[in-house]
């Protein structure tokens, strides 16, 4: 860059102060006064936009920063904490896993396709911006229900969109979970998880690093798609919403497989000092964070910035949202390198600016300077610590008694019926649009088991991920029920063998100005801590997406608080992992941990009885770790190659997903033992949720290793009878509960999302 | 034995069977770039899966153009071996290296599943591992997989034994379930009448290791590999 600017001053707006206007820039009037006081002058109409993006909610973390400093960052797994594009942890043999989800529900809430795929691309990039080759995608998704044109009309694109960009970038979409309910029908959520594989050595900082370093922008051109996004995500969806559909972006899978490659071939070259995607606030956030990290300053030449469209103001320009674009930072000397190697995958590749040392963000158009903002003021914006106050509505929801509503006589009705509950329904309909397989990496797939598992080629080693949330569960207890999520999670990345090593949240909230809304969001954080420090799970990264809620006249409807959990684990030996699904004649169904149903906040209150209502399972997290910790040694040792965890829908559905999922039936009978009592009512044994318990199947020869195996760790463990035949029948000791062939389970299992998505 | 498998850009499935081709049959592999106007005299050609150029415009479209499919067309003009997978495929039809078209699929959906295909012809360079008859189950992933061809093409690919493979159930009986993408004749697999270029949906190099699954994929790949170690 040789072009000086003329004038140190940025040209102030001729008019009287912005300050009236504040609201239009996303920013409240003590947040302009904030900005005035920290520039020690008046913001000109471009620095007011700018600090209106990266004050906003999506880019600052305004309420939610001193709530995300209670999480657990660090562990002796952890080579990249909280702060960069991504998460990165040690899985061994000189390998790194990054992992990241975010949030997209705004914009799929106005044009789904788009909202989604365009989720799938902002996530990527974050991955290779780590100089990790992604390797897979996850959804966790919510909807309204199934029975609502709007709910359908938004799952099909949702589902389209993610199959649109993850299939064409090719990169296996691997796993996820859904919910209905109808708290999501205006304010779907699509929170997008992704993971990639790195060498140590290769991983990268998205910073500008030292003084004299050139800034380079490349791939797509700048447009006015996206204009505002930030903002628009960080504002309660209205009927208006829909008029905001140019806050939406479009995305190019294909221009994005293009600088993945580029990128990652440009980093294996060592060329690269500092990359970082262009996310939520385009320009003014990624250069304004990479100079934040290095404390370092940026003269930002945006003219030089590539436009698809004539006309487009500074602002514009610093706030557009196109898509598949990255800024890269050349290693010093070998910026000529670099730019003829991003030119060979036909990308546009432009210097836009050098380092500096004095702090300041200076937009400079043709020499002139625009715009000159504090770097430091820009990543720091205010934060807000607020009082919450738990709804009395949910208090009552939670504390109702429940002991008076009738048990139903047909129970395996009951059964059919939760086995079509979107949230247990068979995602085969979902899945089957996604290329799960790209990549040849995919050991276990969709639907096989509790969590994803995908090999490490060259090495032995496997890499387990789930995706997991129960909102009710949120909504009746944030702190309990954000808790189970991360138990739950663990306990997925346990049932196929593995060890988890690190969390990503991505907290779905409502207006945190609400003070109800407010109380969820700190005690779900709590939660997520206690449950992440009890099992060794830091958190490395994540999202918050507030303002879930549509407007409607007065009212304000949240979603449910859906703080959902991304974890990921290591398995040494890929070779030795468990599935669901029931797979010899003769095996030896076993119970393993303190299985203690309650009917509180169940899937069966909900969809049997209409209620949300009751507390959720008491957590024990020493129990959890401990059945945890049983069933991954069991996996590991070769013992059992069979394991699926009690959740959502009780014993009797993980009992028929494993049937289903093997094509085999089993007989099993519940009788209480000394160390697990059972309830009096046969609804709560068969349909009650409970925590840390593990359903697993094992040859009659390994039962000794199994019940030593859970003396000396303290799990109870019950037999409960054996694989075989093409019926899964329950009885208790005293009477015979439900029987149901596999086949009239897989109908109603099947049939949910087959019809939903035509 | 060395193979180059073709890299468009937006192909995805490139890496793949060079791994499968190496790590999985030790072949050595050449991965050549789309503006390559050389092959550097391979015992076989693979034109991979994947969204060559986004699959913009029509699948296949744009990348039949592409400088290396000079170079492909007269390789196999030599005679040399060329396998399509997938998009791999699409890019034949689109070349005009084989008859057809893959339109999109009727479900209107991209597709990823295991498939069953009928083994109809057993013959060397792309099926000499397997009988006739056999049921291979692969993956397949695509949007466009439903093989068209007029009825007087169809009749010469029927009538000089052309058609590779067919969509089946898992006993190897024809069924209007089991062609999943309503194809003509349910065709999964064709060559070209000198027998040395072929193109199919399902992918077989998703199909060579037990860690991921069934292993039938070996029957195509394996076939290839074979033949290129007589050639070499």
């Known amino acids: 860059m040789s072009v000086m600017p003329r004038q140190e001053r940025p040209a102030v707006d001729e008019r009287a102060s912005l300050r009236p206007m504040a609201n239009s820039f996303g920013l409240s009037f003590e947040e302009f006064d904030d900005v005035v006081s920290r520039m020690g002058r008046e913001p000109n109409t471009l620095e007011a936009g700018v600090f209106g993006a990266l004050w906003s909610e999506h880019c600052g973390y305004k309420n939610s920063r001193p709530l995300l400093r209670r999480l657990p960052t660090t562990g002796p797994q952890v080579l990249q904490g909280p702060g ?245 930072t050349a290693k010093p000397g070998k910026e000529a390198a670099l730019v003829t190697l991003l030119e060979r995958w036909g990308l546009d590749v432009v210097a836009i600016g050098e380092v500096v040392d004095n702090g300041m963000l200076r937009i400079i158009e043709h020499g002139t300077v625009v715009g000159s903002l504090p770097v430091s003021a820009l990543n720091e914006p205010p934060t807000y610590v607020r009082d919450g106050v738990e709804d009395p509505v949910i208090v009552a929801a939670r504390t109702r008694d429940l002991g008076d509503l009738p048990e139903p006589g047909d129970l395996n009705g009951v059964l059919l019926t939760l086995l079509g509950a979107p949230g247990i329904a068979s995602k085969a309909a979902i899945y089957r649009q996604f290329d799960h397989q790209v990549m040849t990496n995919s050991v276990v797939l969709p639907g096989q088991a509790d969590a994803a598992v995908l090999r490490v080629k060259g090495t032995s080693l496997g890499v387990a991920a789930t995706v997991d949330c129960n909102s009710r569960y949120v909504y009746l207890d944030p702190y309990l029920g954000a808790a189970h999520a991360v138990a739950e999670a663990a306990r997925n990345i346990a049932c196929v063998g593995a060890t988890p090593l690190g969390v990503t949240d991505n907290l779905n909230f409502g207006n945190p100005t609400v003070p109800a809304v407010y109380y969820q969001l700190e005690r779900a954080v709590d939660g997520i801590s206690a449950a992440c420090l009890a099992l060794g799970t830091p958190v490395t990264g994540g999202n918050v997406s507030l303002y879930n809620q549509f407007r409607q006249g007065e009212g304000h409807e949240a979603i449910h608080p859906t703080p959902t959990i991304g974890m990921v684990g290591v398995i040494s030996d890929v070779a030795l992992r468990a599935t669901q699904s029931f797979k010899r004649d003769d095996d ?50 070769g013992i059992c190659d069979t394991a699926h965890d009690v959740s959502t829908g009780g014993l009797a559905v993980a009992a028929a997903e494993m049937a289903m999922a093997g094509g085999k039936g089993a007989r099993l009978t519940l009788s209480a033992t000394a160390n697990v009592p059972l309830p009096a009512r046969s609804d709560t044994l068969l349909f009650g949720e409970t925590a840390a318990t593990v359903l697993a199947a094992v040859p009659r020869q390994h039962l000794p290793a199994v019940h030593e195996a859970c003396l000396a760790a303290g799990v109870a463990v019950s037999e409960l009878g054996i694989v075989g035949g093409s019926d899964l029948s329950v009885s208790s000791t005293s009477r015979d509960l439900l029987s149901l062939s596999v086949a009239e389970m897989r109908a109603a299992h099947e049939h949910t999302f087959a019809e939903a998505l035509g | 034995m060395s193979i180059a498998v073709v890299t468009f850009p937006g192909s995805n499935c490139d890496d793949d069977a060079r791994y499968a081709l190496e790590a999985g049959m030790g072949a050595a592999v050449t991965l050549v770039w789309h503006t390559a106007t050389e092959l550097g005299n391979p015992d076989a050609v693979v034109i991979p899966g994947g969204f060559s150029f986004g699959d913009y415009l029509r699948s296949g479209a744009l990348a039949a153009h592409s400088p290396v499919m000079a170079e492909v067309r007269a390789y196999a003009e030599r005679g040399g071996p060329v396998l399509g997978i997938c998009n791999g495929f699409q890019i034949l039809t689109e070349s005009g290296l084989l008859p057809g078209q893959l339109a999109r699929n009727p479900s209107l959906k991209f597709q990823c599943h295991y498939v069953n295909v009928r083994v109809e012809r057993a013959v060397a360079p792309f099926t000499s591992r397997a009988a006739v008859g056999d049921v291979l189950s692969m993956p397949i992933a695509h949007n466009e997989g439903s093989y068209y061809a007029d009825a007087a093409t169809l009749e010469v690919l029927e009538g000089e034994g052309r058609v590779m493979l067919r969509y089946c159930d898992a006993a190897g009986t024809a069924s209007e379930a089991a062609n999943v993408n309503g194809s003509r004749n349910a065709i999964a697999g064709i060559v070209n009448s000198r027998g040395n270029v072929m193109g199919m949906m399902p992918h077989p190099e998703r199909a060579v290791e037990s860690l991921l699954g069934p292993v039938d994929g070996l029957a195509l790949l394996g076939s290839l590999v074979d033949a290129g170690r007589r050639a070499a």
Do not use: W
């Open chain 1, 588 to 637: 030896v169904v076993v119970l393993l941990g303190a299985f203690a149903p309650v009917q509180g906040a169940s899937e069966y209150l909900f969809r049997i009885h209409g209620l949300e209502a009751g507390s959720p399972p008491a957590l024990d997290l020493v129990a959890e770790a401990a059945v945890q910790r049983v069933v991954r040694d069991l996996v590991a040792a």
């Open chain 1, 84 to 328: 960069e594009n991504a998460g990165v942890v040690d899985i061994g043999q000189g390998y790194g896993l990054a992992f990241k989800m975010e949030s997209h529900n705004h914009p799929s809430a106005v044009e789904p396709v788009q909202g989604a795929a365009t989720g799938v691309g902002g996530i990527l990039r974050d991955i290779f911006a780590m100089g990790a080759r992604p390797i897979a995608v996850l959804d966790s998704l919510r909807f309204g229900e199934l029975d609502n044109e709007r709910s359908r009309h938004l799952l099909a694109g949702v589902v389209s969109g993610i199959a649109l960009y993850g299939n064409a970038i090719g990169v296996p979409t691997v796993g996820g979970e859904l919910e209905t309910n109808a708290c999501y029908q205006e304010n779907p959520l699509v929170n997008v998880m992704a993971l990639g594989l790195l060498r140590h050595e290769d991983l990268q900082k998205g910073t500008v690093g030292a003084v004299g370093n050139q800034l380079y922008y490349v791939g797509s051109k700048t447009g006015r798609d996206g204009l505002g996004g930030a903002v628009f995500a960080s504002a309660d969806l209205s009927a208006a919403s829909a008029a905001d559909r140019p806050a939406v972006q479009v995305g190019d899978p294909y221009l994005e497989k293009l600088l993945l490659e580029a990128c990652l071939a440009a980093i294996a070259a060592d060329l690269v000092a500092g990359v970082q995607d262009m996310g939520a606030a385009g320009l003014s956030s990624s250069v304004g964070e990479m100079a934040h990290r290095a404390g370092m300053g940026v003269d930002l030449h945006i003219d030089k910035v590539p436009r698809r469209e004539d006309g487009m103001t500074p602002l514009e320009v610093m706030l557009s949202e196109s898509q598949e674009r990255m800024v890269l």
